[in-house]
């Protein structure tokens, strides 16, 4: 057996509070504020999640249901660049109508109980033109993003443009603004941030908190600006040979090292010497975690669901206190009106990006697709909804033994956030690329300060590969302690007259629960054996599922539920307010809860779609425009919609054209590769077309065209209109039929260009068989998607 040791050292002072030059608006109910190490809101610790969405890269008519779905995705606070080439690209024209309506958008945050942080800029990168910088304003200045007076007069404006769209929607007026980011990745020039911050202050702009980014070693105006930190599974921003980055492989062990000095590194010096915010005065704060990563043409990394999870879950054991994620929805570039968009080496940036797709491998894709991703961090923002105040004001304290290096794969990585008596126990066994080994026969002792220690669990585990997941130390549960489970916490429901804590199995681990023996009258198990040893009921042998419900009457009378679920089954539970009550919802698609019209509707492809309810309603459902069957399943209530048989989704690919040798390779800025020439690729390009069904011309929406295809790069084309693009990476090519014209798609179908990719090609595709055959300009096939919204309502 190996035993892992981790002393809790004695309770540190009291944080900081009143030092901070930041204040909520007089009055407001749930006022915001902020001590050196957590949050707080209406009084109490409050941990935050947000997650990115760029309205201006999303249509309009859209934009409620995706906002709904990030909130039944966990998300709290919905950030967005405010682009400035988005929305004033022509001079003295700025827009703020359609898809760049940011009042719109912040409202809908606000009618959902969604709060915002605008990141107005000036300049902010997200991988557009310029940074978002408009052309006509760098060609007015030679010093952009400083104090100079020419510079400074049109960003004046600009802010004040801004001001205007939110007026109103200051927290002392209801509104859901709580943060405003200023600049971004500006790592030399404080007493510019400085200036920003009172630009926009003169303009209207208001918010408890003001922010900037500091990764890099940024140098900040003194305490003027909360310093966010970041940290991303992978980098496209790397060289295409330099391997997987070691300032990425970093962000999979447990450390108290905020700072990720790559992130931007392309477009700046060194890191600065010495010049990173005190930790002392400033709790950790992230506002990029990787939700996913970009594509360039030089890198293509590609980004699984559990490296998303996994480097999630270690940045909260680390002592993260708000959990902020970019991308969390990804979005397609706006066509310019005189220009594109993107990012490139023809405006002197380093990487060239896509003309459109800035889907980012997000949780929820381009099209809104719901990936895998979403699921793997629900589930930790379940917790942190239920448990986050009390994981908030927990430090975090690493083991005896910790890894030896970045490049240390044996040694495990764990940690505890403790109060000094309780807390819980995190494990990371996941990197991406490198694959981390099974630890055998591990248990772990956590001596802590003022209370006995805690040996669990009574016996040793194997560690999985691939395996990261957190337990509960001395856990209180409605007059139950909870002294350790091998499950992670998840959330608690009403049900049945008893509180209902559900948990989260860990494959390949075994089930124990160890529950405090003078807080329990008694225990039932549906399985399994219940023994007393020590003070403590252990019960073990439970199979996890829908129906492994350990019911315990506590020894002050309440009854308590432990319902542990399967690992498979708990990535499909969402919790909201449903038919008039909060209920657990086991769904493997989307589900959105829109209490406003008091219905719950589901996005699914499936032929049948189904969920489970916990607490059933005292009602019967009723699926618009379908009959919806119900049964038991455990102790859920399943239904299952009658919806009938899908259309055929065979899409029919036609080859117009072969394509002819690749072009010759070319290197931009840096000596990276850059995309080639149009003429270049349209000599090259395979051709092939695609004739859309009637049946899916009439009723497009949720229909996506899903492409397996290799080569270079691919261009889609509604008429001469470029409609869809992506650099080939290995993943499938969606594209929504919602968003291409009807009309050109009726008289050409959709054209598809595929460009093979040249063996000399300085350009790194991740997963690729040795050989030469995917890089050759072919489309595999092709198939239509197509997801069904459901409105489920009581009858």
């Not at 380093?350 to 949780?363: E, I, K, M, R, S």
């Not at 895998?372 to 994981?391: C, D, K, N, T, V």
Request: charged content about 20%; glycine content about 10%; aromatic content about 8%.
């Amino acid at each position: 057996m190996v035993t892992h040791l981790l002393r809790v050292p004695p309770p540190a002072a009291p944080p900081l509070t009143g030092h901070l030059p930041f204040a909520d608006a007089p009055g407001v109910p749930d006022p915001i504020g902020i001590t050196s190490r957590w949050l707080t809101r209406g009084g109490r610790p409050w941990f935050p999640v947000s997650g990115e969405f760029h309205y201006s890269r999303y249509p309009n008519g859209e934009w409620e249901e995706e906002l709904l779905k990030m909130k039944a995705g966990g998300v709290t606070a919905v950030a967005s660049y405010v682009v400035w080439i988005h929305h004033e690209e022509a001079e003295g024209r700025v827009r703020f109508d359609g898809d760049r309506d940011l009042r719109r958008f912040a409202g809908l945050c606000a009618r959902h109980g969604l709060d915002f942080i605008p990141r107005i800029g000036p300049w902010s990168h997200a991988e557009v033109r310029n940074g978002g910088l408009p052309d006509w304003l760098l060609a007015r200045t030679r010093a952009p993003r400083t104090d100079d007076p020419a510079y400074l007069a049109p960003v004046r404006a600009w802010f004040t443009e801004i001001g205007g769209q939110l007026r109103g929607l200051e927290r002392a007026n209801g509104g859901p603004i709580v943060a405003i980011q200023i600049e971004n990745e500006l790592y030399d020039q404080p007493g510019h941030l400085r200036t920003l911050k009172r630009l926009a202050q003169e303009a209207g702009l208001s918010a408890p908190l003001w922010t900037s980014t500091a990764w890099g070693g940024v140098r900040l105006p003194g305490e003027d600006l909360l310093p966010l930190y970041g940290g991303y599974p992978e980098a496209f921003w790397t060289e295409a040979d330099g391997g997987w980055p070691d300032t990425c492989r970093k962000h999979f062990f447990f450390t108290h090292e905020r700072d990720d000095e790559a992130i931007g590194a392309d477009l700046r010096p060194a890191r600065m010497p010495d010049s990173a915010p005190s930790a002392d005065r400033f709790p950790w704060v992230t506002c990029e975690l990787g939700g996913g990563m970009a594509v360039a043409y030089h890198r293509r990394p590609r980004v699984e669901a559990g490296d998303v999870g996994a480097l999630g879950l270690t940045k909260i054991g680390c002592g993260s206190v708000w959990q902020g994620y970019y991308m969390f929805h990804g979005g397609t570039n706006p066509a310019g009106e005189l220009t594109s968009l993107q990012e490139s080496h023809a405006t002197g940036y380093p990487n060239d990006l896509p003309v459109l797709t800035y889907d980012f491998q997000a949780p929820l894709g381009e099209y809104g697709q719901v990936r895998p991703s979403y699921h793997e961090l629900r589930l930790q923002h379940l917790l942190l909804a239920e448990m986050g105040h009390r994981i908030a004001p927990m430090r975090s304290v690493l083991p005896e033994q910790s890894p030896t290096g970045q490049h240390d794969r044996d040694t495990l990585r764990w940690a505890v956030r403790t109060d000094g008596t309780s807390g819980f126990l995190f494990v990371t066994n996941h990197q991406p690329h490198e694959p981390l080994p099974d630890h055998p026969d591990t248990a772990f002792t956590v001596e802590f300060p003022h209370a006995s220690s805690l040996s669990l669990p009574s016996t040793p585990v194997t560690v999985p590969a691939g395996a990261y997941f957190c337990w509960p130390l001395r856990l209180d549960v409605a007059g139950l302690r909870l002294e350790w489970a091998t499950a992670q916490p998840v959330c608690t429901v009403e049900a049945d007259g008893r509180t209902v804590l559900v948990l989260a199995a860990i494959d390949g681990i075994a089930l124990e629960l160890a529950l405090d023996a003078d807080t329990v009258a008694s225990v039932a198990a549906p399985s399994g054996e219940i023994t007393p040893i020590a003070g403590r009921v252990l019960v073990t042998g439970v199979r996890p599922g829908t129906d492994a419900l350990v019911e315990v009457e506590a020894a002050d009378g309440s009854r308590v539920g432990l319902l542990v679920l399967d690992a498979a089954t708990a990535r499909t539970v969402y919790r909201g307010r449903a038919w008039g009550a909060e209920r657990l919802v086991l769904c493997e698609d989307g589900v959105v809860f829109d209490e406003r019209r008091r219905e719950v509707r589901l996005h699914s492809p499936a032929a049948e779609p189904s969920f489970a309810v916990l607490p059933a309603p005292e009602t019967a459902l009723v699926a618009e425009g379908a009959q919806a069957r119900e049964a038991a399943d455990g102790v859920f209530t399943r239904f299952t919609i009658e919806a009938g048989p899908l259309a055929d989704t065979t899409a029919t690919v036609t080859s117009v054209r072969p394509g002819g040798p690749a072009p010759a390779p070319v290197t931009g800025v840096q000596g990276r590769a850059s995309v080639p020439a149009d003429k270049c690729a349209d000599a090259a390009a395979a051709e092939y077309r695609i004739d859309v069904p009637e049946d899916l011309l009439r009723n497009p929406s949720g229909v996506l065209l899903r492409l397996r295809w290799t080569g270079d790069l691919a261009r889609a084309y509604a008429g001469e209109v470029l409609v869809a693009d992506q650099f080939f990476s290995g993943r499938v090519w969606d594209i929504g039929l919602d968003r291409l014209p009807a009309r050109a798609l009726r008289a050409e179908g959709l054209r598809l260009k595929v460009l093979p990719l040249a063996p000399d090609a300085a350009v790194y595709v991740p997963g690729q068989q040795p050989g030469d055959a995917w890089r050759e300009a072919r489309v595999l096939d092709a198939e239509w998607v197509i997801t069904r919204r459901w409105t489920v309502r009581t009858g």
